[in-house]
């Protein structure tokens, strides 16, 4: 089992920065990728980021830069740095973890409002 815990969410203005953090605990040495959703209000959830053991990263296409994912294995985190945020970037942010098995594992979600 792998338990994931987000930080970091919160009600911002747009055009600011926000980091979002993921600490990851339990059966961490059988984790591959690890990432971040989201959904927002009435839609459903929908990739931003992941990242690999290796490093490697593929983003949405909404995030056009923004977005920096990043990931330490040896702390077991996995952190979303979120700059020149929108209104539409207002969600709640879950991060994901798959196992070497294929399980894959949600936290609880953190809430980012960006107001216009």
């Known amino acids: 089992q792998v338990q994931l815990v987000e930080s970091g969410g919160g009600l911002v203005q747009a055009g600011v920065s926000l980091r979002l953090s993921c600490v990851a605990s339990?059966?961490?040495?059988?984790?591959?990728?690890m990432g971040w959703y989201r959904q927002a209000p009435g839609k459903q959830r929908e990739l931003v980021a992941t990242i690999d053991n290796s490093g490697r990263t593929d983003y949405a296409h909404f995030v056009q830069g923004r977005f920096t994912i990043s990931r330490d294995n040896a702390k077991s985190t996995v952190d979303l740095q979120m700059t020149s945020l929108k209104p539409e970037d207002t969600a709640v942010y879950f991060c994901?973890?798959?196992?070497?098995?294929?399980?894959?594992?949600w936290g609880k979600g953190t809430h980012v409002t960006v107001s216009s």
């Open positions: 994901n973890a798959k196992s070497i098995y294929g399980w894959n594992y």
């Open positions: 339990g059966s961490t040495g059988r984790i591959n990728d």
